[in-house]
Protein backbone atom coordinates (compact mmCIF):
# COMPACT_ATOMS: atom_id res chain seq x y z
CA UNK A 1 0.00 0.00 0.00
CA UNK A 2 1.47 3.43 -1.11
CA UNK A 3 1.74 6.63 1.38
CA UNK A 4 -0.80 8.41 -0.51
CA UNK A 5 -3.00 5.79 -0.80
CA UNK A 6 -2.32 5.08 3.04
CA UNK A 7 -3.17 8.45 4.24
CA UNK A 8 -5.79 9.19 2.16
CA UNK A 9 -7.27 6.12 4.12
CA UNK A 10 -6.25 7.38 7.37
CA UNK A 11 -7.86 10.85 6.13
CA UNK A 12 -11.41 9.24 5.05
CA UNK A 13 -11.75 7.79 8.61
CA UNK A 14 -15.27 8.42 10.27
CA UNK A 15 -13.31 9.49 13.75
CA UNK A 16 -10.99 11.72 11.27
CA UNK A 17 -13.82 13.46 9.56
CA UNK A 18 -15.86 14.23 12.77
CA UNK A 19 -13.01 15.73 14.82
CA UNK A 20 -12.35 18.25 11.70
CA UNK A 21 -16.19 19.51 11.39
CA UNK A 22 -16.13 19.54 15.43
CA UNK A 23 -13.24 21.81 15.18
CA UNK A 24 -14.48 24.30 12.44
CA UNK A 25 -17.65 24.08 14.53
CA UNK A 26 -15.64 25.15 17.53
CA UNK A 27 -14.00 27.48 15.92
CA UNK A 28 -16.90 29.26 14.80
CA UNK A 29 -18.98 28.98 18.33
CA UNK A 30 -15.51 30.37 19.79
CA UNK A 31 -16.30 33.57 17.56
CA UNK A 32 -19.79 33.75 18.54
CA UNK A 33 -19.05 33.08 23.04
CA UNK A 34 -16.24 35.70 21.94
CA UNK A 35 -18.45 38.63 20.56
CA UNK A 36 -20.92 37.58 23.39
CA UNK A 37 -17.75 38.51 26.24
CA UNK A 38 -16.59 41.54 24.66
CA UNK A 39 -19.69 42.96 22.87
CA UNK A 40 -22.38 42.30 25.55
CA UNK A 41 -21.07 40.88 28.50
CA UNK A 42 -17.98 43.27 29.36
CA UNK A 43 -19.36 46.58 29.13
CA UNK A 44 -21.90 45.56 31.48
CA UNK A 45 -19.20 44.31 33.65
CA UNK A 46 -17.28 47.34 33.07
CA UNK A 47 -20.57 49.74 33.71
CA UNK A 48 -20.73 47.73 36.89
CA UNK A 49 -17.01 48.69 37.98
CA UNK A 50 -16.98 52.16 36.93
CA UNK A 51 -16.52 51.70 33.21
CA UNK A 52 -13.12 50.22 33.74
CA UNK A 53 -11.42 48.70 30.41
CA UNK A 54 -10.42 45.24 31.72
CA UNK A 55 -7.92 45.03 28.46
CA UNK A 56 -6.30 48.29 29.29
CA UNK A 57 -5.21 47.27 32.96
CA UNK A 58 -1.61 46.48 33.42
CA UNK A 59 0.83 46.68 35.75
CA UNK A 60 4.46 48.52 35.21
CA UNK A 61 7.66 46.84 36.96
CA UNK A 62 10.95 49.27 36.60
CA UNK A 63 10.63 52.21 34.68
CA UNK A 64 12.55 53.14 31.58
CA UNK A 65 12.65 50.93 28.10
CA UNK A 66 13.65 47.68 30.20
CA UNK A 67 10.41 47.77 32.13
CA UNK A 68 8.63 44.86 32.77
CA UNK A 69 4.54 44.92 31.52
CA UNK A 70 1.96 42.62 33.13
CA UNK A 71 -1.18 42.85 31.13
CA UNK A 72 -3.12 41.69 33.74
CA UNK A 73 -6.54 42.79 32.03
CA UNK A 74 -5.96 40.77 29.04
CA UNK A 75 -5.71 38.08 31.81
CA UNK A 76 -9.23 38.67 32.88
CA UNK A 77 -10.55 39.03 30.00
CA UNK A 78 -9.36 35.87 28.99
CA UNK A 79 -10.11 34.36 31.60
CA UNK A 80 -14.27 35.47 31.70
CA UNK A 81 -14.29 34.18 27.93
CA UNK A 82 -12.92 30.68 29.22
CA UNK A 83 -15.36 30.40 31.85
CA UNK A 84 -18.42 31.90 29.49
CA UNK A 85 -17.24 29.18 27.08
CA UNK A 86 -16.82 26.72 29.11
CA UNK A 87 -20.52 27.38 30.89
CA UNK A 88 -21.86 27.25 27.43
CA UNK A 89 -20.17 24.34 26.47
CA UNK A 90 -22.00 22.58 29.35
CA UNK A 91 -25.32 24.36 28.72
CA UNK A 92 -25.11 22.62 25.13
CA UNK A 93 -23.58 19.52 26.26
CA UNK A 94 -26.23 18.79 29.31
CA UNK A 95 -29.07 19.80 26.43
CA UNK A 96 -27.73 16.89 23.86
CA UNK A 97 -27.41 14.44 26.31
CA UNK A 98 -30.95 15.78 27.88
CA UNK A 99 -32.28 15.02 24.50
CA UNK A 100 -30.63 11.89 23.62
CA UNK A 101 -32.17 10.12 26.82
CA UNK A 102 -35.76 11.24 26.10
CA UNK A 103 -34.60 9.24 22.32
CA UNK A 104 -33.86 6.22 24.32
CA UNK A 105 -36.63 3.48 24.40
CA UNK A 106 -37.64 2.02 27.74
CA UNK A 107 -35.56 -1.28 27.82
CA UNK A 108 -38.23 -4.21 27.11
CA UNK A 109 -39.10 -6.54 30.55
CA UNK A 110 -36.97 -9.11 31.32
CA UNK A 111 -38.31 -12.31 30.60
CA UNK A 112 -39.44 -14.02 33.95
CA UNK A 113 -36.73 -16.43 34.97
CA UNK A 114 -36.67 -19.95 34.48
CA UNK A 115 -35.89 -22.45 36.92
CA UNK A 116 -32.54 -22.65 38.51
CA UNK A 117 -30.45 -25.65 37.65
CA UNK A 118 -30.53 -26.64 41.93
CA UNK A 119 -34.79 -26.46 41.04
CA UNK A 120 -34.25 -28.74 37.60
CA UNK A 121 -31.90 -30.93 39.26
CA UNK A 122 -34.34 -31.38 42.32
CA UNK A 123 -37.07 -31.78 39.97
CA UNK A 124 -35.37 -35.20 38.22
CA UNK A 125 -34.39 -36.31 41.52
CA UNK A 126 -38.08 -36.43 42.53
CA UNK A 127 -39.52 -37.66 39.61
CA UNK A 128 -36.27 -40.61 39.57
CA UNK A 129 -37.30 -41.27 43.14
CA UNK A 130 -41.35 -41.99 41.28
CA UNK A 131 -39.64 -44.33 39.51
Known amino acids: ?????????????????????????????????????????????????????????????????????????????NTVDFIIVAFCIFLMLKGINKLNRKKEEPAEPAAPAGPTQEELLAEIRDLLKKK
Do not use: C, H, R, W
Not at 5 to 28: L, R, T
Not at 34 to 56: C, E, K, Q, R, W
Not at 58 to 75: D, M, P, R, S, T
Open 1 to 77: MGFISEFKEFAMKGNVMDMAVGVIIGGAFGKIVSSLVDDVLMPLVGMITGNVDFTNLAYQIGEGEGAAVLKYGNFIQ
